[in-house]
């Protein structure tokens, strides 16, 4: 009797939080619509595989020096990312080739993800079905061809009387919300990551209902296949908890039990921006003044010792953090945003956060910092009206008075109606909508150049 072959997809993640989470939830699910997985990850930031017990790890050599990793500085970490692992990558992929081959299996595809833009080349060299996935919003991705588009028309640096005028093609985005490359070395990276063109296609973390029309002018551009299966934490049915570098502090799910309904405001910035200490405490005297409770994580390396400060605040914002406060290293936030008791969320708007938060129909003060940030803010304030645009400026009573139109305001009571009626949107995505469909032609795709 012919053994039947199984088909095995390798998935190349680079090591940053918001890019490994969601390539380690596709891996869950793409293993369980039946293919055997094996994640190619760093030496460092890597993910704990006794938190994934169907899938298998390889370390693969990035060619980073301790300096470089704890430089933080991203753009140089992936330019060499990028440099170094070509050809790491490829022995580490003839021998699955050669090992699969003695086991009755296949390397069906590799899936890499969009800031490794060299796996590109070694893809075609080894002829392997290849397939990228986008960890950013389609809509964000529009924005780069609009940044190159008018910078070779002089367009940037950008005059102030620019900065507020609407991109004709990209509107309600501004200007000032497109992401502005100033030095040569990201512009190079975006450029080479533009450039992918994927054998079998794309797959987004996003969903028809958030933004089909970006989703389809992309297909325009790239006319590659297509596959927006997000929100992948819903689908893989996985928070970001199996793969986060800090260790999660469940303690503030117990806080959260004793708050009421909707009470609590979320404060955190992800896994990269950050508060100085002067902001900090502008952030505390707001949070206090505002009489709400709230639930805050303070990274570790933000601030030396974080009860010291809390100790040299004023008497009040000390009190109020006492009775209506928790402070946490890093939170479990998938299950923060899904607690009853959150009813708002302080973000940077990082793509992951923003998925997370509408999934949950949780929605955002918007404090976006850099990158994508500023396109997801817009697309919460100005096109899914489920995000507060406020004057960002860190003084307490500007901070006082965004977190109570959010939290008390008639204004955050709509938003939060329309995050719940986008939650059932998406969830009827997933559930049986064009997610589900999405995922079905992705795996249709990759067993057909595989047969
Ligand atoms: N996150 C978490 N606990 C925290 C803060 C963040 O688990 O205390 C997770 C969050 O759920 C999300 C990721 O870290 O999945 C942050 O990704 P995002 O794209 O929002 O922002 P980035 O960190 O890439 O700026």
């Not at 980073?64 to 692992?85: E, P, Q």
């Amino acid at each position: 009797m012919e053994t039947q072959i199984r088909h095995r997809l390798v998935l190349i993640p680079p090591p940053f939080q918001g890019h490994l989470t969601p390539m380690l939830q596709l891996a869950t699910i793409l293993h369980s619509k039946g293919f055997s997985i094996t994640v190619a990850h760093a030496h460092f930031n890597s993910p704990d595989p006794s938190n994934h017990p169907n899938l298998s790890f390889l370390p693969l050599f990035y060619g980073l020096s301790d300096t470089h990793i704890s430089s933080k500085n991203i753009v140089d970490i992936t330019a060499t990312l990028n440099t170094k692992c070509v050809s790491p990558l490829k022995e580490l992929l003839v021998d699955q080739i050669e090992k699969a081959n003695k086991n009755h299996e296949k390397i069906a595809c590799i899936i890499y993800d969009g800031l490794m833009y060299s796996i590109d080349s070694v893809a075609r060299e080894l002829n392997l079905p290849n397939i990228v996935l986008r960890t950013t919003s389609a809509t964000n991705l529009l924005t780069y061809h609009a940044f190159f588009q008018r910078q070779s028309s002089g367009c940037f640096p950008l005059k102030d009387s620019m900065s507020l005028e609407l991109v004709p093609e990209l509107e309600p985005l501004r200007f000032k919300d497109l992401p502005i490359f100033n030095s040569d070395i990201i512009q190079q990276q975006i450029a080479k990551t533009l450039a992918i063109r994927p054998s079998l296609g794309v797959i987004y973390n996003t969903v028809d209902c958030l933004e089909e029309e970006s989703l389809y002018r992309l297909q325009q551009v790239y006319k590659v296949s297509f596959f927006p299966i997000g929100p992948l934490h819903m689908i893989a049915e996985e928070y970001s908890s199996s793969s986060t570098f800090v260790e999660q502090d469940y303690s503030c799910i117990g806080w959260l039990n004793n708050q009421e309904t909707k009470s609590v405001l979320y404060v955190s910035l992800g896994s990269i921006a950050s508060w100085d200490e002067k902001e900090l405490t502008e952030v505390a005297c707001g949070l206090a003044n505002s009489q709400q409770n709230f639930l805050w994580v303070i990274r570790p390396g933000t601030i030396n010792d974080v009860s010291e400060w809390v100790q040299s605040l004023k008497e009040e914002v000390k009190v109020a953090i006492a009775e209506r406060g928790c402070i946490v290293k890093w939170a479990p936030q998938g299950e923060v945003l899904a607690h009853q008791a959150v009813g708002g969320f302080w973000s940077h708007c990082g793509w992951n956060s923003t998925l997370e938060s509408l999934c949950e129909g949780v929605p955002i003060m918007c404090q976006p910092h850099f990158g994508d940030q500023r396109v997801n803010a817009r697309l919460l304030s100005h096109v899914w009206k489920v995000g507060l645009e406020w004057s960002n400026v860190m003084k307490g009573d500007e901070i006082e008075g965004a977190v109570r139109r959010l939290m008390v305001n008639q204004e955050g009571k709509e938003m939060r109606q329309r995050a719940l009626k986008l939650k059932n949107e998406i969830g009827l995505a997933v559930k049986g909508g064009s997610s589900y469909d999405a995922l079905n032609d992705l795996v249709k795709s990759i067993l057909s150049v595989n047969l």
